[in-house]
């Protein structure tokens, strides 16, 4: 059953993503069995400082001037008579090169060691896992690292994970080495984007009073609509693509993206009033801030749907297709957006500064929403899994 079909993201990064599908609702094909392949230890390519690494800056028969300090987030670093060392992109050895270099200003032939303590590399060497993992984290690549090795960093998969329909995605495609400018999100299943999270679910854990897991599942699903809206740390820009209904949680997934491009015909709506509920995973946090308090109510608890013509209206769509066209006016956007790839990357970064969403907000409302599911009557159950049985159907409709 599908958590977000959100949670299907495909991401890129600069070193390589692993995304993980969380939801059903249009499969894909699995994967194969994974065939053995020996290792072959070996040293890497030399490391390179990042940002927030930790290092020991050692002066022979000095020892007041070394230090041990943490590479700063503007990649410098400050010792005794040396400010503002630039650090990041250097290797240890570079670095201590420069270092000698100042302090022969001070003392004769310096002789210094810098020894890395605790890593975070560059966001080059860094592999990012999103998607239904256990906890979701950039972590430092390190030398003959496998896909295993990162599944296990972040704790291995959740228990909502479709495993088999996980993709890694390397920053360069194809002989061209063509860079990962865009991430995509649209729906196999025909007529319809997501019916939102898994009400089939929500319902027995209603049932069952167990607070802790509706809580947990909202978190992994704000913790992935957060990353998704900060366009995972990339110079990227994502796209979410309507071709039917959007509703729910899968509404709410689509406020996530830089831009919607929706063909008419498709419909937008957050059902959740209908069964004594309200959205708890984004919606109220971002309609809010883009449309006002009042228009973001009306929204949120009017029960209505809406169009894709009347969400183009509000500036909730940016983009209208004719029905059928939805990957065509993708490809055309892209074209395009091109030769303004850069500037574009760059206005969506500032709206994100002036309008932030902090995590720390959207999970305390995912607390709210679990409190209020607590309170819902049996009737608004039974109303909740009829609904379910749309979702359920999804599967079969997109095979």
């Known amino acids: 059953m ?41 040293p890497g390519e030399e490391y390179v400082i990042g940002p927030l690494d930790e290092l020991t800056v050692f002066v022979w028969r000095n020892p007041e001037l070394g230090a041990q300090v943490q590479v700063r987030p503007d990649g410098r670093i400050t010792t005794p008579l040396i400010t503002d060392m630039p650090a990041v992109g250097k290797t240890p050895k570079m670095l ?65 994970a479709a495993g088999n329909k996980a993709r890694l995605i390397a920053t360069n495609f194809g002989p061209g080495r063509v860079p990962l400018k865009y991430l995509i999100l649209g729906s196999r299943a025909p007529g319809v984007f997501c019916f939102g999270g898994d009400l089939e679910l929500f319902a027995s854990l209603i049932r069952e009073g167990n607070r802790d897991a509706l809580a947990a599942y909202g978190y ?16 990227i820009l994502t796209i979410g693509m309507v071709q039917g209904q959007a509703l729910g949680g899968g509404f709410e997934a689509l406020l996530s993206f830089d831009y919607i491009i929706a063909e008419r015909g498709s419909s937008f709506g957050l059902p959740e ?38 969400m183009f209206e509000m500036g909730i769509v940016q983009y209208l297709a004719e029905p059928g066209e939805g990957e065509s006016a993708v490809r055309d956007f892209m074209a395009k957006s091109n ?40 009737q608004d159950l039974k109303l909740m899994q009829r609904l379910a049985g749309a979702q359920s159907r999804l599967p079969r409709a997109a095979a």
């Open 96 to 160: 201590a090169d420069d270092i000698t270099l100042q302090l022969s200003q001070y003392i004769q032939e310096p002789l210094v060691s810098v020894i890395v303590n605790r890593f975070a590399g560059t966001f080059s060497q860094q592999v990012r896992v999103v998607g239904a993992t256990t906890k979701p984290a950039s972590i430092p690549y390190r030398a003959n690292m496998t896909l295993l090795d990162a599944m296990i960093a972040v704790g291995g998969l959740s228990e909502y």
């Open 339 to 378: 030769r303004r790839h850069a500037g574009l990357v760059g206005a969506r970064r500032a709206s994100r500064r002036v309008n932030a969403v902090p995590l720390a907000e959207l999970r305390d409302i995912v607390d709210h929403w679990a409190d209020a599911a607590l309170e819902l009557r049996e």
């Open 220 to 235: 992994r699903c704000v913790e992935i609509l957060y990353r998704n809206m900060q366009s995972l740390d990339l110079p």
């Open 2 to 42: 599908p958590t977000h079909r959100f949670i299907r993201l495909l991401a890129g990064s600069a070193m390589a993503t692993v995304a993980l599908a969380g939801c059903a609702g249009g499969g894909g094909d699995e994967l194969p069995p994974a065939s053995f392949v020996s290792m072959q230890e070996g």
């Open 273 to 310: 009033v209908m069964f004594g509920l309200f959205p708890g995973m984004g919606a109220h946090a971002i309609l809010s801030r883009r449309l006002g308090q009042t228009v973001a109510d009306r929204i949120i608890m009017g029960n209505e749907v809406y169009s894709a013509e009347a």
